[in-house]
């Protein structure tokens, strides 16, 4: 007799809407990104950096739950990038990170960042049920293609050029969809994945699939996202805001123009303190005065950055760029000024963003206090209850 366990029968229904929504209202989704490893994603020498360890973490999640902010996105990193803090180079393990996470929270959405090249699809589409399980729902896939060679050498796995990359995740997420599918007994011939006989049980939770999001900036890499994924994560442009709202519409008509909804967000940095005057001066400190250079340059070493590829003043345009937390919109303020961008984002029809802090645990009650109301009051959040 085939007998259904009750608790698996027993499941509610969610639609892939309702997962997108995060489950909230919120017009922009916010959440933190990079807490999973050492010094996030700040490449400072300050001692209040933070630890990455799974007490703040759980600390952190606990919090983001609290305070309704709505998912946290995890860096997948294997090894870190030397300097004098050895920056990232503490990391815990995105999908087992997630699941102990979800596990002890109620609202939270939290991501696993994968490198489809080192992970069986298989065995991957069931760790991730397993943590959707877990969590009734919440948890989302980042599908990473990697760059970093120096870890790859690690495992002792050979990158492919940048576009074999894509071809090979393009295959791997299919691989992954089809396990999560319905069907028994199935098969997948392509050209790197070949898999016969697939049975792949429980499936995820709700009768719908986990958020899937990936953050391509190449041409390649943005199709892959529009084709595959439910988030597309790109960098707003840091001069205007009408050409982030252009990139977010291109991207969401061709979502569209494929018969899928897509939602677009961004990554930044947060400095909040209660004067324009305390942020920068805390900027100027944490990530000028006490940068990890270091670090910073051997990143960039590894990205083929230097005064030779790119001139001087390039290339301390992108030190800059990479030390404050590698990248995405820098915002530095007193509240009004941190909910106005973040407001201007919204606008520009981003639907969440995902930034960091120098130490995530002291810093976001003032954000929450201080900056989410004033979302509320604009109309960008909704109210929260109780
Ligand atoms: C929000 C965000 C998260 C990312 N997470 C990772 C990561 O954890 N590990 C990684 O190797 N790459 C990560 N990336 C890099 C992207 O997946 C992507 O490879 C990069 O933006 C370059 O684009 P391309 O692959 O199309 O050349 C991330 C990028 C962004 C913007």
């Not at 303190?273 to 006490?290: F, G, S, V």
């Amino acid at each position: 007799m085939n007998v259904r366990p009750n608790e698996l029968s027993a499941a509610p229904s969610i639609s892939l809407r309702e997962r997108m929504s995060m489950y909230t209202d919120n017009a922009l989704k916010i959440g933190l990104f990079g807490s999973n490893c050492s010094s996030g994603r700040a490449v400072t020498t300050v001692p209040e950096r933070w630890t990455g360890n799974w007490q703040d973490n759980l600390a952190l999640a606990r919090m983001c739950d609290e305070r309704g902010i709505e998912f946290m996105l995890p860096v997948g990193r294997w090894k870190g990038y030397g300097g004098d803090t050895d920056y990232m180079g503490t990391s815990l393990e995105t999908i087992t990170w997630a699941t102990g996470l979800l596990a002890k929270t109620k609202r939270l959405v939290a991501f696993g960042t994968v490198h489809a090249p080192l992970f069986h699809p298989l065995i991957a589409a069931k760790q991730f049920v397993t943590a959707d399980h877990v969590s009734h729902g919440r948890f989302g896939l980042n599908i990473v293609v990697g760059w970093n060679e120096d870890e790859f050498q690690m495992f002792g796995v050979s990158q492919r050029d940048h576009e074999q990359r894509y071809d090979y995740a393009q295959e791997w997420v299919e691989a992954v969809k089809m396990a999560w599918g319905p069907k028994d007994d199935a098969e997948y011939q392509g050209e790197f994945i070949k898999l016969k006989h697939v049975r792949a049980k429980p499936k995820p939770y709700g009768g719908s699939r986990p958020l899937i999001m990936n953050a391509g900036a190449s041409a390649t890499g943005r199709a892959f996202a529009i084709k595959n994924c439910d988030a597309f994560f790109t960098q707003a442009d840091r001069t205007s805001m009408d050409v982030t709202a252009a990139k977010v519409k291109a991207a969401k008509e061709e979502a569209a123009a494929q018969g899928k909804e897509l939602d677009v967000y961004t990554v930044g940095v947060v400095t909040c303190r209660p004067t324009q005057k305390e942020a920068e001066e805390y900027y100027h400190y944490a990530t000028i005065e006490n940068g990890d250079w270091s670090a910073v340059d051997g990143i960039l070493g590894k990205k083929n950055i230097s005064v030779a590829t790119v001139g001087e003043e390039e290339f301390q345009k992108q030190r800059h760029h990479y030390a404050h937390g590698m990248g995405g919109q820098l915002m530095v303020g007193d509240p009004d000024r941190i909910a106005g961008t973040l407001a201007d984002l919204s606008r520009a029809g981003l639907r969440g963003i995902g930034f960091s802090f120098v130490n995530y645990l002291r810093e976001l009650p003032y954000f929450c206090d201080e900056v989410l109301p004033r979302l509320e009051r604009m109309g960008i959040r909704a109210k929260r209850k109780g």
